[in-house]
């Protein structure tokens, strides 16, 4: 699928690590490798929110997520949607706790709507599933 937002390789990452797109998440974007930790699925969700992948964010869902409820297609359009319209500026990481099998991460993130200011904090949790963390679900501050 042809996608105009992709980054570049060896461009800054969207998720703001300050590290080189090829260096960071586009490994686990392209699905070289998964993501090793809470934290750097929780970075490599948002810079493909900036990149558009969907697949990726499908792929990270965990199959308990509540909208793994909706029809495969809706939910791909509204992540589709979610990803064209909105603008993703910076992720800060205010602090993770990690379990075996479970995590939380607490994070501030700057998205905007046509200049709208929608940026949020949230908590999210994730969970691992044979071996590979994935987004279970999440609350905003
Ligand atoms: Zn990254």
């Given at each position: 699928?042809?996608?105009?937002?992709a980054?570049?390789?060896?461009g800054p990452?969207?998720?703001q690590?300050?590290?080189?797109?090829?260096?960071?998440?586009?490994?686990?974007?392209?699905?070289?490798r998964?993501?090793?930790d809470?934290?750097?699925?929780m970075?490599?969700?948002?810079?493909?929110?900036?990149?558009?992948?969907?697949?990726?964010?499908?792929?990270?869902l965990?199959?308990?997520?509540?909208?793994?409820?909706?029809?495969?297609?809706?939910?791909r359009s509204?992540?589709?949607?979610?990803c064209?319209?909105?603008?993703?500026?910076?992720?800060?990481?205010?602090?993770?706790?990690?379990?075996?099998?479970?995590?939380?991460?607490?994070?501030?993130?700057?998205?905007?709507q046509?200049?709208?200011?929608?940026s949020?904090?949230?908590?999210?949790?994730?969970?691992k599933i044979?071996?590979?963390?994935?987004?279970?679900?999440?609350?905003t501050?």
């Open positions: 699928m042809s996608n105009l937002k980054p570049k390789r060896t990452c969207p998720c690590s300050g590290v080189e797109y090829g260096a960071c998440c586009q490994p686990y974007h392209r699905g070289e998964e993501a090793p809470p934290v750097s699925l970075r490599s969700r948002y810079s493909a929110y900036a990149a558009g992948d969907v697949d990726y964010l499908v792929r990270t965990h199959p308990d997520h509540s909208e793994r409820s909706l029809p495969d297609e809706l939910l509204s992540l589709r949607a979610a064209r319209d909105h603008r993703y500026t910076g992720l800060k990481i205010l602090g993770s706790a990690v379990d075996q099998e479970r995590a939380t991460v607490h994070f501030a993130a700057k998205v905007f046509k200049g709208k200011d929608l949020f904090s949230e908590r999210s949790i994730f969970a044979d071996g590979a963390w994935r987004y279970l679900e999440g609350s501050d």
